[in-house]
């Protein structure tokens, strides 16, 4: 196979932004003002040389890093053999083999099936389709702070108003909404599932909700982890009422807590799952995973798509679980976790510069609070959107999340050496502490 022809973009960062203001929608937001031309691994170079260490991770979908060999090696074999003919009209091996491997490593006991789309807004609302299918009903229950998507049923299901949901109701009907556990904020199990059984005497009978659906760690809503009594209240209670359980692991799975999926540290079996991001390590995959019964309720051509599961995609997510197999990358995940949180915490305990609250995270799925003040827990939007930019001057890629708009959150690809990552935490720590 020749080498890919390289062209170099012309101009500065700055003349691009501008060319993108006048092409681009506004809706279309844009964390850092400077053009990417490559990256490697955990590491991107924009377009005038400039380098930076990446902790965003394209949003948690590199885990496996930039162009990892094995992703890379896959998708080049691939496109030697076919780019597309639409699943639906003439599968292909890859799409299979996917599916045969998120059958094998789902925490769901039993016969397993899977079904391959391209986003994960997709996967979620396929997910619900499953749910209505198998059990005939209409609801869905979700949380508080909850990110399900953008497409009009993934926003109806998320929860939280700025920027999903300004301008763009009314929303679907037959959603409700629960707090999720916050311990520093006063939001206790408890409250949860005291939340769920009064919808179900004020609002909605259980008869009529097919699904509850939660992230095991909460994505855009701030990394909130979910307390394994809330999970095994939730199974409980989706036991009783004949209630699918739905996981939405978009961007919690793939190794990122340092299981294969969240759901894998709570000892609960959910009925489906979502999964998308790192599934193709930098390619548009996603899919849903469920017990075989349920997987089965749609009639043939209810569940599908022009690109769902293309073949290339199909191929790096092949590259992915063989990366994961072959660098034990799983173990890598804890250990930098292990790695972050324990200098978080340093950083905090010294008390300089900018005040951080709250200190979170799975696995190496970590994220701290910006506040007002030490020892307050009072959100500081505005220091934490000052922190993000602070930190791509000095050369860090971070990303912000959060129903207040200040939670850091640190999605540092696996791979991503001792070396770079401890330049990352560097940088960030100078940062927050002004040095």
Request: glycine share 12%; net charge neutral; charged share 20%.
């Amino acid at each position: 196979m020749n080498a890919p022809i390289t062209r170099e973009p012309a101009g500065s960062n700055k003349a691009w932004v501008e060319r993108r203001s006048k092409a681009v929608s506004r809706g279309i937001g844009m964390g850092a003002a400077v053009m990417a031309e490559r990256a490697e691994n955990s590491e991107i170079w924009d377009i005038e040389g400039n380098r930076y260490v990446d902790f965003g991770g394209g949003i948690a979908v590199v885990n496996t890093g930039h162009r990892h060999p094995l992703v890379m090696k896959r998708v080049y074999e691939q496109l030697e053999k076919v780019t597309h003919t639409c699943a639906m009209v003439m599968p292909y091996a890859p799409f299979i083999e996917v599916c045969e491997k998120l059958n094998a490593v789902a925490p769901i006991s039993g016969e397993k099936k899977s079904a391959l789309v391209t986003t994960g807004a997709e996967a979620v609302e396929n997910a619900i389709k499953y749910a209505r299918a198998y059990t005939g009903r209409s609801d869905v229950i979700a949380f508080h702070g909850g990110f399900h998507g953008r497409t009009l049923l993934g926003m109806a299901l998320t929860g939280k108003v700025q920027p999903y949901k300004a301008k763009f109701g009314p929303m679907p009907a037959g959603i409700w909404h629960v707090p999720f556990p916050v311990e520093h904020r006063g939001i206790t199990v408890e409250d949860s599932i005291h939340a769920i059984e009064l919808l179900f005497k004020c609002d909605v009978e259980p008869q009529r909700v097919a699904a509850i659906i939660i992230e095991p760690v909460q994505g855009e809503g701030g990394f909130y982890v979910a307390p394994k009594e809330l999970m095994q209240r939730l199974r409980k209670l989706c036991d009783e009422h004949g209630i699918l359980l739905i996981a939405d692991e978009i961007q919690s799975g793939f190794g990122r807590t340092g299981k294969f999926f969240a759901m894998e540290h709570f000892g609960v079996e959910p009925d489906l799952m979502t999964a998308a991001k790192s599934l193709a390590g930098g390619f548009p995959l996603a899919a849903v995973v469920g017990k075989a019964a349920i997987m089965d309720a749609p009639d043939p051509g209810g569940i599908g798509g022009t690109y769902a599961g293309n073949a290339i995609a199909c191929a790096a997510a092949l590259g992915v679980f063989e990366a994961f197999e072959t660098e034990d990358l799983l173990n890598k995940a804890l250990k930098q976790g292990e790695t972050i949180m324990k200098r978080l915490k340093a950083i905090k305990a010294k008390g300089k510069g900018m005040p951080m609250g709250d200190i979170r995270g799975l696995g190496a799925m970590c994220a701290f609070e910006v506040v007002t003040k030490q020892d307050s827990d009072e959100p500081d939007a505005a220091g934490t959107k000052a922190l993000v930019a602070k930190c791509l001057e000095r050369g860090l890629l971070i990303l912000s999340c959060g129903v207040y708009a200040n939670t850091i959150r640190l999605l540092t690809p696996l791979t991503a050496s001792d070396l770079v990552l401890n330049e990352g935490l560097d940088i960030l720590e100078a940062a927050i502490t002004g040095n």
